[in-house]
C-alpha cells in the first residue's frame, strides 16, 4: 500500500515538474518573440512595479505636452489677431493724421471716413476670431462670440460695440505646478478704459464724418482722435507681449517634458526589453531541464505486471 503512495506521488510530481517547466519554456519563447520580459507583475514584482511608474511618467509628460500645444495653438492665433488689430490702429493713425493737414473738404472726410468704416468691420474680426471654432477673446465663454453691435448710426454703422463673453481668462494646466493664460477677456484688450480700440475708430470715423463741424474743427477733432488711437495700439501691444512671453515659457517647459519622456521611455526600455542573450541562455537550460525531466516521467509512467493484475 504505501508502495502504490509512493509512487503516485512520484508521478505527480513529475508532471507537475513537467506543466511548470514547459510553462517556464514558453515564457522565454515568448520573450525571444516578442523582445519584451515584463508584461505581468508574476514577470517580476520589483521591475513590473518600476515600469509602471517610468510609463506613468512617461504618460503624464505626453499628456502635458498635448496640453501645451492646443495652448501654442490658440496663443498663437492670439498674437496674429492682436497683429492684425495693431495693423489696424496704424492704418487709423495715418488716416487721422491725413484729416488733420487742413487740406480737406468735406468729399475728403467723407473718404477718409469710409477707410475707417472698413477698419471698424476689420477690428471686429480679429476680435471675434477663432480656433478650433471657440473664440479667443471671450474668456471661459468660449462658445460665445464676444463683441458685437450694440447701437448703430443713422445709416447703419456700428455706433457702440457690446462685449459678451466672460470676465475671467480661460487657463490650462500645462505641468503639475503651473498654468498658462489662453483665451484673454476682450473687454481687457479691446474695451479696456482708456485705451478702447473700437471707441477711438469709431470716434475718428463720427467726427471725419460730422455735418455739425466746419472743415477746420474736423482737423482738430481728428488731430485730438491720435491719442485715443495710440493709447489703444500700446494696449493692444502690451497683450500681444504677454502672450508672447507666455509661448516662450511654454517652449522652455516643452524641452523639460521631453527630457522627462525619453528618461522615463529610456527606463521602460530597459526593464521592459528582452535580453536576448540571458533569454536564449535560460530558455536552452529550461529545455534540457524539461527533457530530463520528461526521461524521468516516461520511466514511472511505463505499465507494470501489477497494473494489468489491477
Same mark, same amino acid.
Given at each position: 500500500?504505501?508502495? !502504490?503512495?509512493?509512487?503516485?506521488?512520484?508521478?505527480?510530481?513529475?508532471?507537475?515538474?513537467?506543466?511548470?517547466?514547459?510553462?517556464?519554456?514558453? +515564457?522565454?519563447?515568448?520573450?525571444?518573440?516578442?523582445?519584451? +520580459?515584463?508584461?505581468?507583475?508574476?514577470?517580476?514584482?520589483?521591475?513590473?512595479?518600476?515600469?509602471?511608474?517610468? +510609463?506613468?511618467?512617461?504618460?503624464?509628460?505626453?499628456?502635458?505636452?498635448?496640453?501645451?500645444?492646443?495652448? *501654442?495653438?490658440?496663443?498663437?492665433?492670439?498674437?496674429?489677431?492682436?497683429?492684425?488689430?495693431?495693423?489696424?490702429?496704424?492704418?487709423?493713425?495715418?488716416?487721422?493724421?491725413?484729416?488733420?493737414?487742413?487740406?480737406?473738404?468735406? #468729399?475728403?472726410?467723407? /473718404?477718409?471716413?469710409?477707410?475707417?468704416?472698413?477698419?471698424?468691420?476689420?477690428?471686429?474680426?480679429?476680435?471675434?476670431?477663432?480656433?478650433?471654432?471657440?473664440?479667443?477673446?471671450?474668456?471661459?465663454?468660449?462658445? #460665445?462670440?464676444?463683441?458685437?453691435?450694440?447701437?448703430?448710426?443713422?445709416?447703419?454703422?456700428?455706433?457702440?460695440?457690446?462685449?459678451?463673453? /466672460?470676465?475671467?481668462?480661460?487657463?490650462?494646466?500645462?505641468?503639475?505646478?503651473?498654468?498658462?493664460?489662453?483665451?484673454? #477677456?476682450?473687454?481687457?484688450?479691446?474695451?479696456?478704459?482708456?485705451?478702447?480700440?473700437?471707441?477711438?475708430?469709431?470716434?475718428?470715423?463720427?467726427?471725419? !464724418?460730422?455735418?455739425?463741424? *466746419?472743415?477746420?474743427? +474736423?482737423? /482738430?477733432?481728428?488731430?485730438?482722435?491720435?491719442?485715443?488711437?495710440?493709447?489703444?495700439?500700446?494696449?493692444?501691444?502690451?497683450?500681444?507681449?504677454?502672450?508672447?512671453?507666455?509661448?516662450?515659457?511654454?517652449?522652455?517647459?516643452?524641452?523639460?517634458?521631453?527630457?522627462?519622456?525619453?528618461?522615463?521611455?529610456?527606463?521602460?526600455?530597459?526593464?521592459?526589453?528582452?535580453?536576448?542573450?540571458?533569454?536564449?541562455? !535560460?530558455?536552452?537550460?529550461?529545455?534540457?531541464?524539461?527533457?530530463?525531466?520528461?526521461?524521468?516521467?516516461?520511466?514511472?509512467?511505463?505499465?507494470?505486471?501489477?497494473?494489468?493484475? !489491477?
Amino acid at each position: 500500500m504505501n508502495i !502504490r503512495v509512493t509512487g503516485q506521488t512520484q508521478v505527480n510530481n513529475a508532471i507537475a515538474n513537467l506543466r511548470r517547466q514547459q510553462s517556464d519554456v514558453a +515564457k522565454f519563447q515568448d520573450q525571444i518573440s516578442t523582445g519584451t +520580459k515584463v508584461k505581468v507583475a508574476s514577470d517580476g514584482p520589483a521591475a513590473f512595479a518600476a515600469l509602471s511608474v517610468a +510609463k506613468s511618467a512617461s504618460k503624464r509628460s505626453s499628456t502635458y505636452q498635448g496640453t501645451i500645444n492646443d495652448s *501654442t495653438a490658440d496663443l498663437n492665433a492670439g498674437v496674429s489677431a492682436l497683429q492684425e488689430t495693431s495693423s489696424i490702429l496704424t492704418q487709423a493713425s495715418q488716416l487721422a493724421i491725413n484729416g488733420a493737414d487742413g487740406s480737406l473738404d468735406k #468729399t475728403g472726410f467723407e /473718404a477718409l471716413a469710409t477707410q475707417v468704416d472698413s477698419l471698424i468691420d476689420r477690428a471686429m474680426t480679429a476680435a471675434n476670431q477663432q480656433q478650433d471654432g471657440r473664440y479667443l477673446f471671450g474668456g471661459t465663454a468660449t462658445d #460665445t462670440q464676444p463683441f458685437s453691435v450694440a447701437t448703430t448710426t443713422a445709416d447703419g454703422k456700428p455706433a457702440t460695440i457690446a462685449y459678451n463673453g /466672460a470676465d475671467q481668462r480661460a487657463r490650462a494646466l500645462i505641468s503639475p505646478s503651473q498654468t498658462v493664460d489662453t483665451r484673454y #477677456t476682450g473687454s481687457e484688450v479691446f474695451q479696456q478704459t482708456g485705451q478702447d480700440v473700437f471707441s477711438a475708430l469709431i470716434g475718428l470715423r463720427d467726427d471725419l !464724418r460730422s455735418t455739425t463741424l *466746419t472743415d477746420s474743427q +474736423k482737423t /482738430a477733432a481728428v488731430s485730438a482722435r491720435l491719442g485715443g488711437i495710440q493709447n489703444a495700439r500700446d494696449r493692444v501691444g502690451e497683450v500681444m507681449g504677454e502672450q508672447s512671453g507666455s509661448l516662450a515659457g511654454m517652449e522652455a517647459i516643452t524641452n523639460r517634458l521631453q527630457d522627462l519622456k525619453l528618461n522615463a521611455d529610456s527606463r521602460s526600455g530597459d526593464l521592459e526589453a528582452t535580453d536576448y542573450a540571458d533569454a536564449v541562455l !535560460r530558455l536552452q537550460e529550461q529545455m534540457t531541464t524539461f527533457q530530463a525531466t520528461l526521461g524521468v516521467a516516461g520511466k514511472l509512467l511505463q505499465p507494470s505486471l501489477l497494473d494489468f493484475i !489491477r
